[in-house]
């Protein structure tokens, strides 16, 4: 899986990069933690119409408190079990 990046920490594009010359379908999520706005995730999964409960989201949290902004990812994980999963 390849992921691409803004300067923001969004996911901008996702594909499988096997090259194939089709453009390849995404779903996208995103979303404030439900009890604190400075915690953001991000998530993609390759195809249209995923299920948010299927475990084939990646991911990315950010959290910005006081200035700073710690980062990370979890991959093949449930879109709705973002505020719960372990991220690295």
Known sequence: MIQVFDNKGQIKSAGSGGGGGGA???TKKN???STD???NYCGVA???GISESSSV???KITIA???TVTTGTANAV???NR???IYS
């Open 24 to 26: 390849t379908a995404v």
């Open 31 to 33: 979303a404030n933690n």
């Open 37 to 39: 706005s400075s915690i």
């Open 46 to 48: 390759v195809g249209s």
């Open 57 to 59: 989201w990646t991911i």
């Open 65 to 67: 408190i006081d200035g």
């Open 78 to 80: 449930a879109w709705t």
């Open 83 to 85: 505020e719960s999963i």
